[in-house]
T-cell receptor
Framework: LAKTTQPISMDSYEGQEVNITCSHNNIATNDYITWYQQFPSQGPRFIIQGYKTKVTNEVASLFIPADRKSSTLSLPRVSLSDTAVYYCLVGATGTASKLTFGTGTRLQVTL | NAGVMQNPRHLVRRRGQEARLRCSPMKGHSHVYWYRQLPEEGLKFMVYLQKENIIDESGMPKERFSAEFPKEGPSILRIQQVVRGDSAAYFC??????????????FGQGTRLTVV
């Protein structure tokens, strides 16, 4: 399984755009990149998933360069409620596989 | 469509007792995953089950821990003779199939086990 590296913590002010980058240098050809969000005392929640280039949904955008060795989760105009831990996961497709979580990035949004 | 249901939400056990954690997957989901999260740490995979089968238990401690997902009823994570180090949040996730093609997994609210 590809190992991921992401910043331990980030701080932002409300209304700003936040970009969290994840490194996954040994990502495999059939690996997808998935981001989860976890609030205190809750289970993780799926945010977005992609394979290459750019993916956008109503919550976030995911940018993946051509070499796929990294990815960037972009949260537009964050609010206080976006304060959470964000996990970057890389996992194989085509076979049943578990989700492997790292330590995540703790995002703190303040006024 | 109810989400993944875990119960109890909080469980207190004395050292040496047994802990049983239950997980009812989302309707239509036949794949269940259990994770453990220690305070201020990420989630650690424990076991992946399908109905009546254990697919991957590479994250399960060799002793005292077991899991099942019977044909009928919830998935059960059982911890025998609990010790203080078992105190953690245990999360269950389910998916409609085995995460092929990037299928997302849905997590429950977790069970917080405290061993006193």
């Amino acid at each position: 399984l590809a190992k991921t590296t992401q910043p331990i913590s980030m701080d932002s002010y409300e209304g700003q755009e936040v970009n969290i980058t994840c490194s996954h240098n040994n990502i495999a050809t059939n690996d997808y990149i998935t981001w989860y969000q976890q609030f205190p005392s809750q289970g993780p929640r799926f945010i977005i998933q992609g394979y290459k280039t750019k993916v956008t949904n109503e919550v976030a955008s995911l940018f993946i360069p051509a070499d796929r060795k990294s990815s960037t989760l972009s949260l537009p105009r964050v609010s206080l409620s976006d304060t959470a831990v964000y996990y970057c996961l890389v996992g194989a497709t085509g076979t049943a596989s578990k989700l492997t979580f790292g330590t995540g990035t703790r995002l703190q949004v303040t006024l | 469509n109810a989400g993944v249901m875990q119960n109890p939400r909080h469980l207190v056990r004395r050292r040496g007792q047994e802990a049983r954690l239950r997980c009812s997957p989302m309707k239509g989901h036949s794949h269940v995953y259990w994770y453990r999260q220690l305070p201020e740490e990420g989630l650690k995979f424990m076991v992946y089950l399908q109905k009546e089968n254990i697919i991957d238990e590479s994250g399960m401690p060799k002793e005292r821990f077991s899991a099942e997902f019977p044909k009928e009823g919830p998935s059960i994570l059982r911890i025998q003779q609990v010790v203080r180090g078992d105190s953690a949040a245990y999360f269950c996730a389910s998916s409609p199939r085995g995460r092929e093609d990037g299928v997302e997994a849905f997590f429950g609210q977790g069970t917080r086990l405290t061993v006193v």
